[in-house]
């Protein structure tokens, strides 16, 4: 038995089969095995918490464990159990019985160069021979004639099972054990001057540079900065972070980025006024928008007595260039416009990066102006550059958007998919919207769960960032979903909390998104005077027409619906088209139900010509909820527009649709309640009987919590109880659940 592998054949033996070993990871406890040596045989009686940690900070190393256990039975016997965790949490190399253990036992035992070695090299987070060679000054001509190589001197490490933890199998990349590495570093810090104790050495921040000067060398720019901003090199740091074209923070580094600022002086960011532009860019980057303004005034306060040269000119660009994507957040068009012009006007013509970044900003204004060609060109001109830069993302989400709009489903869903996939995994938060795009694209085809899914994907990217209006959007989505499934109260629940957060966040221009929702909830709740408000209040033309509608005057509607036909023809807007013809199919339709018999034939033509043009709009991209969503009218004209022959396959395929929805669901036991509970809601009272918390149940059903407190309320109120544990009583003995 032994530490280091004994001097024979191994090789050989191994390959003969005449070889058993039991090496680390044989000898290593399980989490199952921790368990029972810290409980049973120390006596400890922690947590499954707890010793999961410890195990993990041990990584099963049995005198670790052994060591941890001691030193917890006199924290325990002085403080009791609440310091357990706290000493866990904090349990490292460098507590005394673990730190005199491996000084004895392991690093002195060590000739002094190994010693050397280990020391300097414990800097790095994971190490292979070059890099040991930069870091330590072993690739010279005459330590060489000295001294093993990185490489070699890593092998006898290994051989010796000196802590060291390969991280591939060909043995080119190691880590050091954690506890190990936390005592190389104490020592190594402790030591005299902060340099290594055999008078050879070099200072950490000497070593620190090697380190970043070698990742830079060899392409690991992330890796270079860690070590740079341990050196405190500020200057190495920021050119690392400014990159070849492309900052760090487009790279993945956000946050290394962003905790390097946090922890600089501000006289330090203000005698460099490109970091705070940086800082600015950083909190940009990583969805924090809240916090950006405050940081480009500092930095146009610190540029302030600065010579406008090229540099100064193109940082004052990039604060415009900032400042123009905040404004698109907020759907205003002119600061976007005159920030995006000055951004122009400053950059250096070789700031692809920022250049690339006020291209966008022009194009969503152009976006939001309706001029969808322009805005479609801004957008292609960007991913032609090509790349996977933020703003490649959201220039293909947003070509997306506008393909979507031109009712060019499928392409839009290829586009959409693509930008996601530029967004990594896990991606980006902007991805967010992409999300979005692809629920409401499958909403429309009539996959509700499918649209489900990428809704509550959009709701989790959008719950990582600041102040971002998505939120909204996807309320209304998410209503129209509940809809379609005959979920009415959630529907309302759902509108409220997007109403709050529009008026919370100052987001009022998604307003009429959302009063557009409310208005198709208050309707099907039989509510037109509050529908009718609201349609006014947000000068809602289409929810106007079916607030007309729903009062039985479909002369009125189609008296809105014309003109607003003819606006959109003119724009050549394909989507508000396909909208008002249906709508309007729908109105002529209800209009000959009211007119004279002569008259009424002539409104039916219209209504099943009007639906014509609209099937043959839909018809090629597959469109089914807008008129599923239609209801009982929409089918009529279908069956009409079925016996005339127009389109009959696909006017078959959406009367099918209708048949499904027709078809009564299981119904559930009878319940011996005046006000009976919805199917919504004994799902949720299913859920809460498993165990399941209101935030589980939410995830559960993709929903919000708020939705399920809801429920939650409506049915203690339904049952006549006001806990979770009579809940589920009552609902026993009224048979609501299923049976065990």
Known sequence: VTREDPNLPLARLRARGQLTELRVT???????????????????????????LLETRTEGWIVGLQLAALALQGTISMQGHKDANSFINSFSGRHHFVLDYLVEEVLLQQPESVQTFL?????????????????????????????????????????????????DNERRWYRYHHLFADLL??????????????????????????ASEWYENNGLEIEAFEHATAANDIERAKR?????????????????VLNWLEALAETDLDARPSLWVMYASTLMFTGQHTAVEQKLQAAETALQDAELDDKTKDLLGRIASMRATLAVIQDDVETIIAQSLRAQECL????????????????RAHHLKGDRAAASRAYA???A??????????????????QESENQLSLATRTYESGLGLAGNPPHPIACEGFLGLARIYYEWNDLDAAQEYGQQCLQLTQQMENVDTFASYGA??????????????????????????????????MPTVAEAQVLTLLRQGDVAAAAALAQKYELPLSQARVYLAQGDPSAALAVLEPLRQQMDAKGWRDEQLKIMVLQAVAHYAASAQAAAVQANGEKAKAVQQLADALALAEPEGYIRIFADEGLPMAALLSEATARGILPDYASKLLAVFEAEKQEPVSPPPQALVDPLSERELEILTLIATGLKNKEIAARLFISLNTVLYHVKNIYGKLGVNKRTLAIIKARELNLLPDE
């Open 240 to 256: 690392l972070v400014e990159g070849d074209g492309v900052p760090l923070h487009f790279r993945g580094a956000g946050s290394y």
């Open 348 to 363: 250096h013509p070789d700031n692809l990066i920022f250049r690339t970044t006020v291209t966008w900003t022009l194009g």
């Open 185 to 210: 570093r104490q020592r190594l810090y402790q030591s005299t001057n902060s340099s290594i104790g055999d008078g050879a050495g070099m200072g950490v921040t000497e070593l620190h540079i090697r």
């Open 477 to 510: 989505f998410l209503a129209r979903l509940m809809l379609a499934q005959g979920d009415v109260p959630g529907a309302v629940v759902v509108l409220e909390e997007s109403e709050e957060f529009v008026h919370q966040h100052n987001f009022e221009f998604r």
């Open 26 to 52: 044989d000898l290593r406890f399980t989490s199952s095995e921790a368990a029972e040596f810290l409980n049973q045989v120390m006596g400890l009686a922690l947590s499954a918490e707890d010793i999961a």
């Open 119 to 167: 020391l300097q090299t414990s800097i790095l987070d994971r190490l292979c021979g070059p890099l040991c060679d930069a870091v330590c000054s072993y690739g010279t001509e005459n330590s060489a004639k000295e001294t093993a190589s990185g490489q070699e001197t890593l092998e006898t490490i290994e051989q010796n099972n000196l802590f060291l933890v390969p991280l």
């Open 385 to 402: 550059i090509g790349g996977d830069s933020i703003y490649t993302i959201a220039a293909t989400i947003t070509l997306a958007q506008i």
């Open 381 to 383: 001109e960007i991913i």
